[in-house]
């Protein structure tokens, strides 16, 4: 039973900085690729951040520069380091992964529930 984990949400003031961590279990997590994706209620969700097998990141452009995603696979985890946060970055962020997925932000079958990150 593959389960993904998310925490560190919160509400924070514009400017500052959250770091969301994902654990995964249940899953052999041999470096697929893992990312963040966020939505925000009446649109569509997106993607935030990617990491590859390789380390290789994609980010979108609206977080580039500001967010870092980073991951240790010793711990079957996936971190997003959230900086000069803005409050368009508001939303449910998620975390997700599949041995299908790819840095184009397609195939990824198993998800987490979501935190909640509210900047003001």
């Known amino acids: 039973h593959v389960q993904l984990v998310e925490s560190g949400g919160g509400s924070v003031r514009a400017g500052t900085s959250l770091t969301l961590t994902c654990v995964t279990s249940?899953?052999?997590?041999?470096?697929?690729?893992m990312g963040w994706f966020r939505q925000v209620p009446g649109k569509q969700r997106e993607k935030v951040a990617l990491?590859?097998?390789?380390?290789?990141?994609h980010y979108s452009q609206s977080v580039k520069g500001r967010f870092t995603i980073s991951r240790d696979l010793s711990k079957n985890t996936v971190y997003l380091q959230m900086n000069s946060l803005k409050s368009e970055d508001t939303g449910l962020y998620y975390c997700?992964?599949?041995?299908?997925?790819?840095?184009?932000?397609?195939?990824?079958?198993?998800w987490g529930q979501g935190t909640q990150v509210t900047v003001s």
């Open positions: 997700a992964t599949d041995p299908a997925c790819s840095l184009r932000g397609t195939g990824f079958g198993y």
């Open positions: 249940g899953y052999t997590d041999d470096g697929h690729c």
């Open positions: 990491i590859g097998s390789d380390r290789a990141t």
